[in-house]
């Protein structure tokens, strides 16, 4: 992985002494939380329900086990020994006492980490494919690139105090397994007809309140202009986008406003007069960047099936929890964030410590986080997975789950957050207990829940094959739920299928729009697709039936 | 008596705003609308002409007058506005625009004097209240950069040069 050199160091060394002073000037009554907060957030700081939240960044989702230990550590010694791993594969501490800040930051960037940029309406954490490097559908490695745009982004003058939040996704690969085509821009690693290496670029994407794809506004957009068309698209919404209403704020607002031919000619006229002077990436810079990311000193192996009486436990966890690899001999091994009973997404810090540890023995010492809140060892010899099974098992970190309705998404809700309607994480815990049958689980196949406290839609709802939205009906919450959604494979938006259930009603509402489907599903057909093939009509119908058992 | 920043020193300001009593001044700051709807005002006098640019202000639409202009002064109204930065890139970048270029405005603070410094803003007139002490301080708080920028703030390590 990509290892600081003087200058990145410098860079995240000088911000930590920054935020120091604009802490101290801030507890010493010189700087008001006005006046503070917009630079708190730009150093991943909120103060939410509870506490401050403190954003740690994993840019584009990858970790050393050095730097999972120091995430364990810091977890341990200032919150509660946890952390919450979100849907941007960052990291949240949601406990951090705000004077303490500056030094988790000073520890983090001993450890070549940092929290910049990772809320405030500026350029944020740039994410990626968590199969980057190892699946075999990749056109080529996404994360050298999002390296460079972390670069480039990072105390970017110019754009540090854009009209909202802009958020980058790269894909290496089309099954697109970051999300891309609901980010402010995505970008699509493609080659052109000479075989070289450049970018498909969507922009306008979002959730939110007015969730909307991204629309392509370059079709190939060479390596080297990388940077300057970025800077050119930023600085047409810079000073365009709207900044009289936040909810009008985002990318996707000016691009739906003029409409996409219009903002094309915007963006591209900003980026022919600005050719002479724009920032340049050089091919040399590339290759720097790239040679990180060279394959591992993979051994030569041959695939190994599993013995077909083995431990029936390890033979699901094989099937559900690890993915092919384009190295034979290897696989990529998730692990499960979404045990039954706990939290998605929330991980111990001696959980942390443990899979550092194993990452060193089993996967190259590295670590990935997903946008789907697991973790990903992305490069283990098949002949260890029985090995580190055992391990995870031991850890409650191999529930056998991955992919499948209890893979759940869900944002921290109204537990932390101080934006939320209703709460995710008692509404989740209510879908594990009620579908806590793994044969049941298996039989339904792949299906993502995604579930969201408020509009705001962290938890990805409108993308999810089932869609779970908090809402507040007179102080109570309720939640609404859409169907057909999908940011893997391809992007679509799920649609509501009526009024919103009280909390007691989702899981067994799910239940019965599951039950449809077990009905009427073709052979091999997944949820989301006999959704999109019948539309939402038979699975409204029944959603809001009585439950037999009530009846 | 207003004073300005500039680089690491604070100086008298010897510019006065268009309303300040100041149209013998030698030296006048004139709204950019103001300009537009009384050019015969300012075509016939002398002395030295600054045009204060709006955040909705479009650069381009004062291309033409920048030769005869000494000063540009962009207003940044709270910390959260930031089309200034844009503004400012462009006069220098774009328009090679080598006169005063000045950062005016209630969120002309020291947390941003680095931003400013490298977008090419050569003068700041701190908002009301500032420590002017700390803002001579905060222009070192950063000697690394990624981006390229105004080169009056050269940083000692810097990855991305501009073309
Ligand atoms: S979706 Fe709403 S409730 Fe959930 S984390 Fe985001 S802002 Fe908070």
Redo the contacts between chains.
Sequence with gaps: MYQYD??DQ??VD?RV??FRD?TRRHLAGELSEE?FR??RLRNGLYIQRHAPMLRIAIPYGLLSSAQLHTLAHVARRYDRGFGHFTTRQNLQLNWPHLEDVPEILAELATAQMHAIQTSG?CIRNVTADHLAGVAQDEVDDPRPYCEIIR??S??????????RKFKIAVTGSPADRAASEVHDVGLHMVRDAQGEIGFTVLVGGGLGRMPIIGQVIRQFLPVADL?SYLESIL?VY??QGR?DNIHKARIKVLVKALGIDRFRELVEAEWN?????????PAA?VDRVRAFFRPRPYEILADIATPAGDDPRFQAWRRYNTHAHKVSGYRAVFVSLKAHGSIPGDMTSDQMDAVAELAGRFSFGLVRVTHTQNLVLADVRQRDLKELWGELDRLNLAMPNIGTLTDMIACPGLDFCSLANAGTLDVAKQIQQRFDDLDYLYDLGEIEIKISGCMNACGHHHVGHIGILGVDKHGEEWYQITLGGSATGFTALGEVIGPSVRKNEVASTIERIVEVYREVRADGERFVDTVHRLGIKPFKEQAYAPHPAAA | MRHILRRRELTADAWHYLGEDALGSEAVIVPLAELRANPARFAARGGRLGVRLA?VD?VEDLAGDLPRLALVACEFPS?????G??QG?LLR??FRFTGELRAVGAGV?Q?LV???A??GFDALELAPGEDSQAAITAWG?????????DARVKP????????
């Design positions: 003087e200058l410098a860079v000088q002494a920054e604009q006046e917009p630079l309406n670069q480039w990072s105390v970017l003058p110019e754009f540090t105090y854009l009209p940077l600085r810079n000073r900044r007069e600005n050719r002479a002077h724009a920032v340049r990436l810079e | 955040p479009r910390p959260g506005e930031g089309r930065y844009s890139r970048e774009r603070k947390d680095f931003h400013l490298r977008c708080r950063y000697d690394v950069a990624y981006q390229p920028g000692r390590l810097q990855r991305f040069f501009a073309a």
